[in-house]
C-alpha cells in the first residue's frame, strides 16, 4: 500500500482536483464539517466519471447506478475556511459486481489530512440486481495500489438497546439524481445526535437499502465511551443505514 502523495506521482489511476475550504461548508469553529468533507470526496469521484465519459448521463443512458455500501473515512486534521487543498480519488480493485476505491485530502504542503476507503454496488435499474461493470468502464476506470490506512470491515456492529429518537419523513431535499436519499445525507443526520463539541475522527457508514421520498426514518441512537452508534430504521426496526462516529481520545 502507498502514500497518498506517491499515487499522485507515479499511477495513471488517480485523479485529483484543487479545491479551497469555503464559508458554507465550515463549522462554528471555522473548521470543514464531516459531512463536507464526505462531499469533497463524493464529487471527486464524481469528477472522474464526467470526465472519463462515464458520469451521470452515460449511467442514465444504460440503467445502471453505482450504490454505496459503505464509507470509512479518517480525519487527522480539519481545514479550515480559506485552506487550499487537494482532493484526490482512484479505485483500487473491481471483484465482480463489486468497485473498491481510495479517497484523500491533502493541504498545500502535500500534508494529508484525511483518507477514506468505499465500497460500491454496479446496479441494473431495470432489475435492481447487482451487474458487472461493461469493459469499456473497466478500461475507463484504471486500477492503482491500495493507500496507506487501517481498513476496517464493512459491517458495523449494532450495540444492543439504545435511545430510540423522535421519527421524522423524508423530504425531496435528502434526495439525490438517483431520486433515493443520497450517502451524504445519512451522515449529516446521524451529526445532529452527537454532544457539543464532539469531534469526529472516524467515520463509518453501512448502507443497508435505500430509501425514497415519505419514507420515515426512526433513529436508534447508542453511545460507547466516545463511539456513537446511529441506526436509521424503518418502522420494523430495519435499518436503511447505520452510521458509527468516533471521537478524539479514544
Known amino acids: 500500500m502507498l502514500s497518498a502523495e506517491t499515487i499522485l506521482n507515479t499511477t495513471k489511476a488517480s485523479y485529483a482536483y484543487d479545491a479551497r475550504i469555503r464559508y458554507s461548508e465550515a463549522d462554528c469553529e471555522n473548521k470543514l464539517t464531516p459531512e463536507a ?21 452515460y449511467m442514465l443512458e444504460n440503467h445502471l447506478v453505482w450504490a454505496l455500501n459503505s464509507w470509512q473515512i479518517d480525519v ?36 494529508r489530512l484525511a483518507v477514506a476507503n468505499s465500497i460500491w454496488t454496479l446496479l441494473s435499474l431495470n432489475t435492481g440486481k447487482p451487474v458487472r461493470p461493461a469493459q469499456e468502464m473497466l478500461d475507463g476506470y484504471k486500477v492503482g495500489p491500495k493507500i496507506e490506512m487501517e481498513y476496517l470491515p464493512r459491517k458495523i456492529a449494532v450495540p444492543e438497546g439504545g435511545e ?69 430504521n424503518d418502522k420494523n426496526g430495519e435499518p436503511y443505514a447505520v452510521v458509527e462516529l468516533t471521537g478524539r481520545n479514544s
Open 37 to 57: 468533507l464526505l462531499n469533497y470526496f463524493q464529487d471527486c469521484s464524481t469528477f472522474q466519471s464526467e470526465d472519463l465519459g462515464l458520469g451521470v448521463k
Open 76 to 111: 487527522e486534521k480539519y481545514p479550515e475556511i480559506g485552506d487550499r487543498v487537494k482532493v484526490g480519488t482512484q479505485p483500487y480493485e473491481f471483484k465482480g459486481f463489486i468497485g473498491f476505491r481510495n479517497f484523500w485530502m491533502e493541504n498545500s504542503q502535500g500534508k
Open 164 to 232: 430510540a429518537r423522535k421519527e421524522f419523513i423524508i423530504t425531496r431535499h435528502y434526495l439525490d439524481t438517483n431520486h433515493h436519499v443520497n450517502n451524504g445525507q445519512y451522515v449529516k443526520m446521524a451529526l445532529e445526535y452527537l454532544e457539543e463539541g464532539f469531534e469526529i475522527r472516524r467515520l463509518r457508514a453501512e448502507y443497508k437499502k435505500q430509501a425514497y421520498l415519505n419514507d420515515v426514518f426512526y433513529p436508534v441512537v447508542h453511545k460507547q465511551d466516545k463511539i456513537y452508534t446511529i441506526s436509521m
